[in-house]
């Protein structure tokens, strides 16, 4: 397992993070959706921060927080959690307002997916949870 950590570590949690977000929609919407556990765009926690956290740590755990591919990495993870708050949360807002556009003007144009970006607070808790991951990784 030494040899591929820095690839199953971020893939295992990746997917622990998409069921707790599947879980977490669960009890608050009361209503399975199974295609959630696919679809990683918007929610509590963040799926991209997670994972991107998750090989960032696990370098600086491994590695050490002083290399270049350590800086690089947290680099990354700056800008993936930055598009997630930023570039897609704007780009769910524009979706949500041509969804009602196209509704109000009973146009046959197929529904734009409205949830793709994510508020600081589950970018935060993708962050942690990844950091957690990569802890839990770098002492097995």
Known sequence: MEKYIFLICP??????????????????????????????NGGMPSTHTTFISSITMLIGFKLGFDTPIFAVALIMSFIVAYDGMGVRMESGKQANAINLLVENQKLNIVKLKEKLGHKPLEVIVGYIFGTVMAYIFSII
């Open 11 to 40: 893939f295992v949690s990746l997917i622990l993070c998409q069921l707790i977000k599947f879980f977490i929609e669960l009890i608050m919407s009361k209503k399975v959706n199974i295609i959630r556990l696919f679809n990683g």
